[in-house]
T-cell receptor, first 115, second 109 residues
Framework: KAGVTQTPRYLIKTRGQQVTLSCSPI?????VSWYQQTPGQGLQFLFE???????NKGNFPGRFSGRQFSNSRSEMNVSTLELGDSALYLC??????????????FGPGTRLTVT | GIQVEQSPPDLILQEGANSTLRCNFSDSVNNLQWFHQNPWGQLINLFY???GTKQNGRLSATTVATERYSLLYISSSQTTDSGVYFC???????????FGEGTQLTVNP
């Protein structure tokens, strides 16, 4: 079974631009979660989507948004990029039916650099 | 929200040595996972272990849910074991993983 895939793997953007990241979950998984990893803040939860609906949201500004499609693929968008948005963005996939018990599997990540 | 603490923050070993990593959490959980972050940043699943004991080769893990801690054991360490080990939990009725700060393991030849 194929794992979680994320595209692109690397991105360099300029302050003020926007960016869209993509995540394809494991086949049959309905939940996709997004996490941000920075040296200062560690791994932090952004949001979770299940069956095209945002089910849970972390404490990030409205510049961070996401969506999920009917095939469970998910995108996250960051508008008006700031230097502090430079991070590794990780996507996790799980079955989704028992969210507090499901094992989560991570993709390889997208490394975003904002200059 | 739930708090997760990992210790030690850094660990340096000689190849062949054994080690124990600890994860304490502040509330009841239904999901506890151990990950190894590879040099390229991907989180590799080691164990899904909300309670009990599991073994996989040279690695084993134990979670004592009633006392809110988990241990990851690495035996006969190899240089390829180097990297950051994370413990992450999902609290009851939640869905988000809350991560500890990680343990940076360095295994020298």
């Amino acid at each position: 079974k194929a794992g979680v895939t994320q595209t692109p793997r690397y991105l360099i953007k300029t302050r003020g631009q926007q960016v869209t990241l993509s995540c394809s979950p494991i086949s049959g998984h309905r939940s996709v979660s997004w996490y941000q990893q920075t040296p200062g803040q560690g791994l932090q939860f952004l949001f979770e989507y299940f069956s095209e609906t945002q089910r849970n949201k972390g404490n990030f500004p409205g510049r961070f948004s996401g969506r999920q499609f009917s095939n469970s693929r998910s995108e996250m968008n960051v508008s008006t990029l700031e230097l502090g948005d430079s991070a590794l963005y990780l996507c996790a996939s799980s079955r989704g039916w028992t969210p507090d018990r499901d094992e989560q599997y991570f993709g390889p990540g997208t490394r975003l650099t904002v200059t | 929200g739930i708090q997760v603490e990992q210790s030690p923050p850094d660990l340096i070993l000689q190849e062949g040595a054994n080690s124990t990593l600890r994860c304490n959490f502040s509330d009841s959980v239904n999901n506890l996972q151990w990950f190894h972050q590879n040099p390229w940043g991907q989180l590799i699943n080691l164990f899904y272990i909300p309670s009990g004991t599991k073994q996989n080769g040279r690695l084993s893990a134990t979670t004592v849910a009633t006392e809110r801690y988990s241990l990851l054991y690495i035996s006969s360490s190899q240089t390829t074991d180097s990297g950051v080990y994370f413990c992450a939990v999902v609290e009851t009725s939640g869905s988000r993983l809350t991560f500890g700060e990680g343990t940076q393991l360095t295994v020298n030849p």
